[in-house]
């Protein structure tokens, strides 16, 4: 009699566990499929980037001296740069400006200036790769310096 009552309880036991076992699948495949309603899969669209269009060359009006006086060149939008003015960099489209070591393209570059910053106008103009080139210190940090093409630059009160 122990013996049965024995084994009707291990029976009863292993009934018990497998519809635990049971119940616990049953509730995590519930979970997951209410988990993926919150989390909606994500739909990524590829935007294509836009394309630069090149900008026109001006030809200075003035081409500087041998000698490297300072003079007044009519830059790309109509206003002659003069050292000690204060010029802005635009039309990069973003791309900013190279300042280099040296006039010339195959200066090495030292800082990479970002549209619309503001520069002092300390030397210049030099003639150099086909470009007029200005000497430019930013106002915020001396350590911030380099020649750069007149193309993108534009006199600032």
């Given at each position: 009699?122990?013996?049965?009552?024995?084994?009707w309880?291990?029976l009863?036991?292993?009934i018990?566990?497998?519809?635990?076992?049971?119940?616990?699948?049953?509730?995590?495949?519930?979970?997951?499929?209410?988990?993926?309603?919150?989390?909606?899969?994500?739909?990524?669209?590829?935007?294509?980037?836009?394309?630069?269009?090149p900008s026109?060359?001006?030809?200075?009006s003035?081409?500087?001296?041998?000698g490297?006086?300072?003079?007044?060149?009519?830059s790309?939008?109509?206003?002659a740069?003069?050292?000690?003015?204060?010029v802005?960099?635009?039309g990069t489209?973003?791309?900013?400006?190279?300042?280099?070591?040296?006039?010339?393209l195959?200066?090495?570059i030292?800082?990479?200036?970002?549209e619309g910053?503001?520069?002092?106008?300390?030397?210049g103009?030099?003639?150099?790769?086909?470009?007029v080139?200005?000497?430019?210190?930013a106002?915020?940090?001396?350590?911030?310096k380099?020649?750069?093409?007149?193309?993108?630059?534009?006199?600032?009160?």
């Amino acid at each position: 009699m122990v013996k049965s009552n024995l084994l009707w309880g291990l029976l009863g036991a292993v009934i018990v566990a497998c519809c635990l076992g049971f119940g616990v699948i049953v509730l995590a495949r519930g979970a997951r499929a209410t988990s993926s309603a919150l989390y909606p899969t994500a739909i990524v669209e590829i935007i294509p980037a836009p394309t630069l269009t090149p900008s026109p060359v001006p030809t200075p009006s003035i081409v500087p001296q041998a000698g490297g006086d300072s003079l007044p060149i009519s830059s790309s939008n109509g206003d002659a740069i003069h050292v000690g003015d204060s010029v802005q960099i635009y039309g990069t489209q973003g791309d900013g400006l190279r300042l280099r070591a040296n006039p010339g393209l195959e200066g090495q570059i030292l800082f990479l200036a970002y549209e619309g910053e503001i520069f002092q106008v300390e030397d210049g103009p030099r003639q150099a790769s086909g470009y007029v080139w200005w000497y430019l210190v930013a106002p915020y940090d001396e350590n911030v310096k380099g020649w750069a093409v007149e193309n993108y630059l534009r006199v600032v009160d």
